[in-house]
């Protein structure tokens, strides 16, 4: 029987970050987040498995976030060619969690992440910033040169590390605001897009309303 509403958007979901005081890395990988830090998985709710395990973390400096997508029979694909869309994370961050509203405010952050793209041969990630869609306030754009990101490749996909700065996120301060919003969606040319909840048959990309709640403990 088809369902008229998708399971995951019957939920307001709410998440655990935890707190590493040792972000980013000195050595080793950028951030090397243990089992702990994995969000729970949703796909199953609506019979579609996750491709990707996304684990999260944070301190007073920022927000770390860590991609591993798994699966593929072919080697992750590194783009030659601007116009070939490339495998990619998008990230949405509210640092106030204004759950009531459903247009970004000046809290409101789009990121996205290219495991690859980057450099002479294509090969290195990328950082890159957007305006959230339709958003109700005006908005410097995220420095995202300031955002540290590592990749890596395995046998059946990809990883990316990504440390964000507390001053790429405006409004940032888990001192008085333990709950940010969060949304995610990664793309993958093999395996197809993976969702924190709503997928796209709702407007997350302009409606933070749409966005879980991550809660910031200690």
């Known amino acids: 029987m088809n369902q008229i509403v998708p399971p995951k958007f019957l939920f307001r979901w709410s998440f655990v970050a935890l707190?590493?005081?040792?972000?980013?890395?000195?050595?080793?990988r950028l951030l090397d987040l243990p089992e702990e830090c994995s969000l729970p998985s949703l796909g199953t709710l609506d019979h579609r498995?996750?491709?990707?395990?996304?684990?999260?973390?944070?301190?007073?400096?920022?927000?770390?976030?860590?991609?591993?997508v798994t699966g593929r029979s072919t080697e992750p694909f590194k783009p030659r060619e601007e116009s070939v869309a490339p495998d990619s994370i998008s990230l949405w961050f509210d640092t106030r969690n204004t759950q009531t509203v459903h247009r970004a405010t000046k809290y409101c952050h789009h990121l996205?992440?290219?495991?690859?793209?980057?450099?002479?041969?294509?090969?290195?990630?990328?950082?890159?910033?957007?305006?959230?869609?339709?958003?109700?306030?005006?908005?410097?754009?995220?420095?995202?040169?300031?955002?540290?990101?590592?990749a890596g490749t395995s046998i059946t996909g990809y990883w990316v590390d990504a440390w964000f700065p507390a001053e790429v996120l405006a409004g940032y301060d888990p001192a008085a605001q333990n709950r940010i919003g969060l949304q995610y969606a990664i793309y993958d040319t093999e395996l197809g897009?993976?969702?924190?909840?709503?997928?796209?048959?709702?407007?997350?990309?302009?409606?933070p309303g749409l966005w879980q709640t991550v809660e910031l403990t200690g």
């Open 19 to 28: 707190k590493i005081d040792e972000l980013p890395r000195h050595s080793g």
């Open 49 to 68: 498995p996750d491709f990707a395990r996304v684990k999260m973390a944070w301190n007073s400096d920022g927000i770390g976030v860590s991609i591993e």
């Open 112 to 150: 996205m992440l290219l495991p690859f793209g980057a450099g002479s041969r294509r090969t290195a990630p990328v950082v890159l910033a957007f305006p959230v869609a339709r958003a109700r306030d005006e908005n410097l754009l995220p420095n995202a040169e300031l955002v540290k990101i590592a």
């Open 193 to 207: 897009k993976q969702t924190l909840a709503v997928g796209d048959e709702f407007p997350y990309e302009s409606d």
